[in-house]
């Protein structure tokens, strides 16, 4: 398996490098085996997305930096309602690309904070299974790249999704 995935940021790198290195039956690690502790450093800035076999997307674990900077804890929220609506066709085409291909993904996403910032990140998207809930999981890091502005709304919305790049974890990339 040759990956070559283009990461903007070191920390990144760091994320997806350990994530490769997580024990594995078949193409996808399990919940059971990600330690935090391990990549104690970058958990402030990862959130994990459970995508349950019935039911909406779910946020179930969200770093400190991440409800710090977006103002709140969105942790057992649903996490399509924080999708601009224009954003929702994006994201069920990058989430569906990962979960069915099984694939990686680095992308940009727009973000509008409830604590008045706008913020572009780095999402570096990698799946799990989690055996215990027969369900998969999102996993992401996301490092602020830059503030590119204000708002005076005290509303959180994740405003965009850009083009992703895809990461071959073994069972190809989406064509």
Known sequence: MTIRPQFQLEESRTFFEYWQSLPREGLLPDRKSFNPAAIYKLMPEVLMVEFPKEGAPVFRYVGSKLTERVGFDPTQQEYLQFLNPESLGDFFAITETMLNT????ILTAGVQ????????????DVPMMHTT????????HMPILEVTGSHDSDTFAITELGVAQWIDIGAG???
């Open 133 to 140: 809930n027969h369900s998969l999981i999102l996993v992401s």
């Open 113 to 124: 904070a409830a604590t008045g910032w706008h913020m572009r990140c780095e999402a570096t």
């Open 102 to 105: 099984p694939c990686a993904g």
């Open 173 to 175: 990339i989406p064509g």
